[in-house]
């Protein structure tokens, strides 16, 4: 069964650039069926979703994050990646990786990592 | 742009009471399935239905179904683990992924 596990600073300071990784293992990120996400969820708050990657390289991201944010895929390290710059206080959420089957839903989720933007 | 809107906020049952949970979209996409989600407190969320069907593991006293735009999560016979949060999630026109605000499932 494919897992994922993030992995990155928990610490990040006002201003600079957030940067998180995916690694997938018993699986392999090169399969056509799946799109790769990244999700957050700030403490004791909802779900926001920030985009995806496809192992093509193809990205979507949500239009509220679309500016600051950017996803790239290592297929060598069956990885994926997220970058998000700018960072506020209103970035500090725990982050999550997860596989999606595009259209359909998100299965399954890493642990998630927490990140606090704070100086 | 579509909004999910999931009521109750909260919902207090005991074990072995029924639950239902509901999920409203603003708008129908035909070409979009809803999927239903799990969380427990320091977990990631887990899927639990994806395209009306039940992800592997999940029990079949918990079912769903839909009418147009509403959308229903049931839980038959309580039982201690099913008290969490639970999320619906549908993609928009542009493919983007949207998430209702969540139900709380409490104990009574």
């Known amino acids: 069964q494919v897992q994922l596990q993030e992995s990155g600073p928990g610490l990040v300071k006002p201003s600079q650039t957030l940067s998180l990784t995916c690694t997938v293992s018993?699986?392999?990120?090169?399969?056509?069926?799946?799109?790769w996400s990244w999700i957050r969820q700030p403490a004791g708050r909802g779900l926001e979703w920030i985009g995806r990657i496809y192992n093509s390289g193809r990205t979507n991201y949500n239009p509220s994050l679309k500016s600051r944010v950017t996803i790239s895929v290592d297929t060598s390290k069956n990885q994926f990646s997220l970058r998000l710059g700018s960072v506020t206080a209103a970035d500090t959420a725990v982050y999550y990786c997860?596989?999606?089957?595009?259209?359909?839903?998100?299965?399954?989720w890493g642990q998630g990592t927490l990140v606090t933007v704070s100086s | 742009e579509i909004v999910l809107t999931q009521s109750p906020g909260t919902l207090s049952l005991s074990p072995g009471e029924r639950a239902t949970l509901s999920c409203r979209a603003s708008q129908s996409l035909s070409n979009s399935y809803l999927a239903w989600y799990q969380q427990k407190p320091g977990q990631a969320p887990r899927l639990l239905y994806a395209?009306?069907r039940r992800a592997t593991g999940i029990p079949d006293r918990i079912s769903v179904s839909e009418s147009g735009t509403d959308f229903t999560l049931t839980i038959n016979r309580l039982e201690p683990e099913d008290f969490a949060v639970y999320y619906c999630?549908?993609?928009?026109?542009?493919?983007?992924?949207?998430f209702g605000q969540g139900t709380r499932l409490e104990i009574k």
């Open positions: 018993d699986g392999s990120i090169n399969t056509g069926t799946y799109y």
């Open positions: 999630q549908q993609y928009d026109s542009s493919s983007s992924i949207i």
């Open positions: 395209a009306s």
């Open positions: 997860a596989r999606e089957y595009y259209y359909v839903g998100l299965d399954p």
